[in-house]
C-alpha cells in the first residue's frame, strides 16, 4: 500500500520569504514522487517529480524538491516566494511495482503568500 | 501541442441518473487516468486505460466504468449516482511507463442533487 502525508493544511509566508511545503511518504518498494499545484477552479499542473539520481530535483517556476529516503520525506522548497505562487499544492507518490496509473495523492496544502 | 481537455465543464444530475465525462488525451500520450476530487481533498484515483483497456482500479464500485478509443481519448461512465459522487472529474494523460507524470484536464464539476 502507499500513502502520502502532507503535514500542513495551510502554510502562510510573506512574499520574498522562503518557502516549504512539507511532504512523507510511504510505499512498499520504491517511490516516484510527484509534485502539482492547482489554481481555483482549475486542474492539477505538474512542478517536478523525483524518479532517481540526485537527490535535489528542480522544476518549474523555481520550485525545487529534496527527496529523503531515510526520513520518507519529499519536501518543496521555493527560496523567495511570490504572491502569485498562493495556491493549493499536492504531493504525490507512486510505487515502482505498483500501476502505473495509479497515483496517490495527499490532502493538499494551501499556500498563502501576503504581499 | 494540444493539452488534455474534458467535456463538459459543469454538470448536474439528480440521484439515481447516469452520466458520462469525456476526455481528450494530450497529443503522443497513449495512457488515460481518471481521478475524483471531493470537495477539499486530494484527487482519488479511480482507474486507468492503456490499449483501450482498464490497467489498474481504485477503490470505486462497479458502477464506475470507462472506455478508451482508438485515438486514446476517454470517457467515464457513473451508474445509479449517488449524492457523494458530486465532486471534481479530474482525467490525467501520459506516455506508457511509470516514470512519467500525468497531465491533467481541467475537470468537470459532477454536482448530484
Known amino acids: 500500500a502507499q500513502s502520502v502525508a502532507q503535514p500542513e493544511d495551510q502554510v502562510n509566508v510573506a512574499e520574498g520569504n522562503p518557502l516549504t511545503v512539507k511532504c512523507t511518504y510511504s510505499?512498499?518498494?520504491?517511490?516516484?514522487l510527484f509534485w502539482y499545484v492547482q489554481y481555483p477552479n482549475r486542474g492539477l499542473q505538474f512542478l517536478l517529480k523525483y524518479i532517481t539520481g540526485d537527490n535535489l530535483v528542480k522544476g518549474s517556476y523555481g520550485f525545487e524538491a529534496e527527496f529523503n529516503k531515510s526520513q520518507t520525506s519529499f519536501h518543496l522548497k521555493k527560496p523567495s516566494a511570490l504572491v502569485s505562487d498562493s495556491a493549493l499544492y499536492f504531493c504525490a507518490v507512486r510505487d515502482i511495482r505498483g500501476s502505473w496509473g495509479k497515483l496517490q495523492f495527499g490532502a493538499g496544502t494551501q499556500v498563502v503568500v501576503t504581499p | 501541442e494540444t493539452g488534455v481537455t474534458q467535456s463538459p465543464t459543469h454538470l448536474i444530475k439528480t440521484r439515481g441518473q447516469q452520466v458520462t465525462l469525456r476526455c481528450s488525451s494530450q497529443?503522443?500520450?497513449?495512457?488515460v487516468s481518471w481521478y475524483q476530487q471531493a470537495l477539499g481533498q486530494g484527487p482519488q484515483f479511480i482507474f486507468q486505460y492503456y490499449r483501450e483497456e482498464e490497467n489498474g482500479r481504485g477503490n470505486f464500485p462497479p458502477r464506475f466504468s470507462g472506455l478508451q478509443f482508438p485515438n486514446y481519448s476517454s470517457e467515464l461512465n457513473v451508474n445509479a449516482l449517488e449524492l457523494d459522487d458530486s465532486a471534481l472529474y479530474l482525467c490525467?494523460?501520459?506516455?506508457?511507463?511509470?516514470?512519467?507524470?500525468?497531465?491533467f484536464g481541467p475537470g468537470t464539476r459532477l454536482t448530484v442533487t
Open positions: 510505499v512498499s518498494g520504491n517511490p516516484y
Open positions: 497529443s503522443g500520450h497513449n495512457t
Open positions: 490525467a494523460s501520459s506516455p506508457a511507463g511509470g516514470a512519467y507524470e500525468q497531465y
